[in-house]
Nanobody, 128 residues
Framework: QLQASGGGLVQTGDSLRLSCTTS????????VGWFRQAPGKEHEFVAS????????YYGDSVKGRFTISRDNTRYTVALEMNNLKPEDTAVYYC???????????????????????WGQGTQVTVSS
């Protein structure tokens, strides 16, 4: 089970750090993705990171502002979000990729259907 945390209410230009944690010992064998969902919208790909910290991809709307990282010794994946904008407002979810030790290119990492374990989400609200 994945646990996302770190959300909150911030102002435009502020920063937040989200964390995705688990007690699963196989966590380090899998890539992890962050997605977000705004009211009335589909899940949007935010970022992903491979099992060993490679295969890092970002959605176009967050490139240059968000940074994903992981610490397999602590079973944690972090999402550092800088220069937040009102359009970043959403519930943010972390999810585990359905295949272990996977590589693949951007389309394989950005599709929600390729993730089979999802955390409960954490709300991020950015006021203007």
């Amino acid at each position: 089970q994945l646990q996302a945390s770190g959300g909150g209410l911030v102002q435009t230009g502020d920063s937040l750090r989200l964390s995705c944690t688990t007690s699963e010992r196989t966590f380090s064998n899998y890539g992890v993705g962050w997605f977000r969902q705004a009211p009335g919208k589909e899940h949007e790909f935010v970022a992903s990171i491979g099992w060993n910290g490679n295969r890092i991809y970002y959605g176009d709307s967050v490139k240059g502002r968000f940074t994903i990282s992981r610490d397999n010794t602590r079973y944690t994946v972090a999402l550092e979000m800088n220069n937040l904008k009102p359009e970043d407002t959403a519930v943010y979810y972390c999810a585990r990729h359905r295949e272990s030790y996977i590589t693949g290119s951007y389309p394989y990492w950005s599709a929600p259907k390729n993730y089979n374990y999802w955390g409960q989400g954490t709300q991020v609200t950015v006021s203007s």
